[in-house]
């Protein structure tokens, strides 16, 4: 879950390609409501988005009984350490930097994933 359309498109052709299905949301709010509606194996959430930053989803989302073991990976392109230290605190699991490289997708879509092709 991104703020930038075009970062959004690229993640969610390259998971598509790999045979994923995806939910997109351009803002924190949106982000739980999609959760909620599609109930996702993976979470992917942008750190820095409107609204709702993806920290709060993030804490709102793993608040919920339901989510509670959902991996949550945080995406940013901030390159400030404090930002992964913030994302942990709300429960990512792991936090990768943006722009991402397909290599670096598949690999954390693997690891967490349990059917991941």
Known sequence: MDDTAD???LLAVVLRIRGCETILATNGREAIEQ???????????D????????????RRILAMPFFSNVPVIAM???????WSTRAIE????ECIAKP????TIDQIVIRY?????
Do not use: F, N, Q
């Open 35 to 45: 959760a909620v509606k599609h109930s996702p194996d993976l979470i992917l959430m």
């Open 113 to 117: 994933h349990p059917i991941y092709p």
């Open 76 to 82: 940013s392109a901030d390159c400030e350490w404090e």
């Open 7 to 9: 970062i959004v498109d």
């Open 47 to 58: 750190v820095r988005m409107p609204i709702m930053d993806g920290y709060e989803a993030t």
């Open 90 to 93: 709300a429960g990512c699991i």
């Open 100 to 103: 991402l490289e397909p290599d």
